[in-house]
């Protein structure tokens, strides 16, 4: 069965950079397209970004456009997301999920990974 | 982009129907059949329940069910039952190769 395996959160100071890993399985995950999602605390949903099965195409939600950046291995199974100059509105479980092909909806998520951004 | 709209609350008794709205426009809900809807239960990762407007994924209850009219789409969730429960979110693709997502509805049975 597919499993999404987020890690790499932790509390950070505003201004710093932190490194989110997604262990994939259950699935050819060189064939989908992947996401991040993240959850403020008792907030709502937030669509981070996507990058396409292949690499080459990465589309990010205007509020980390220009900070964060998305990446995977294929190799390894594992996707990415590097955070740069994390502000306190970026405090939030980031989710790993999975894109459902043929259409353009998530259909798999990870449990998450709390990234707490204080000072 | 705004957030999709959503009513914050619904409640209601078991065994009865609701129907959650989701209001886009025109870049997003209206123009896409990429409409999608999650249930989210306390401390737990989203559950994919409804995709491509009404499609339901193997193993999710018929009791679920999704429309879309004009920039509007719909969850209805008929014969509710206590493990209904949850925050529910829609969530559509946009014409910005992005992906929107509703504020949630907190459903409650009564």
């Known amino acids: 069965q597919v499993q999404l395996v987020e890690s790499g959160g932790g509390v950070v100071q505003p201004g710093r950079s932190l490194r989110l890993s997604c262990a994939a399985s259950?699935?050819?995950?060189?064939?989908?397209?992947m996401h991040w999602v993240r959850q403020a605390p008792g907030k709502g949903l937030e669509w981070v970004a996507v990058?396409?099965?292949?690499?080459?195409?990465?589309i990010y939600a205007d509020s980390v456009k220009g900070r964060f950046t998305i990446s995977r291995d294929n190799s390894q199974n594992t996707l990415y997301l590097q955070m740069n100059s994390l502000r306190t509105e970026d405090t939030a479980v980031y989710y790993c999920?999975?894109?459902?092909?043929?259409?353009?909806?998530?259909?798999?998520w990870g449990q998450g990974t709390l990234v707490t951004v204080s000072s | 982009q705004s957030a999709l709209t959503q009513p914050a609350s619904v409640s209601e008794s078991p065994g009865q129907s609701i129907t959650i709205s989701c209001t886009g426009t025109?870049?997003?809900?209206?123009?896409?059949?990429?409409v999608s809807w999650y249930q989210q239960h306390p401390g737990k990762a989203p559950k994919l329940m409804i995709s491509?407007?009404?499609k339901r994924p193997s193993g999710v209850s018929n009791r679920f069910s999704g429309s879309k009219s004009g920039n509007t789409a719909s969850l209805t969730i008929s014969g509710l039952q206590a493990e209904d429960e949850a925050d529910y979110y829609c969530?559509?693709?946009?014409?910005?190769?992005?992906?929107?997502f509703g504020g949630g509805t907190k459903l409650t049975v009564l």
């Open positions: 999920t999975k894109d459902l092909s043929g259409s353009y909806t998530i259909d798999y």
């Open positions: 259950g699935f050819s995950f060189r064939d989908y397209a």
């Open positions: 990058l396409w099965y292949d690499g080459s195409n990465k």
């Open positions: 025109s870049s997003d809900v209206g123009g896409y059949n990429y």
């Open positions: 491509d407007v009404s």
């Open positions: 969530s559509s693709y946009t014409n910005s190769r992005t992906w929107l």
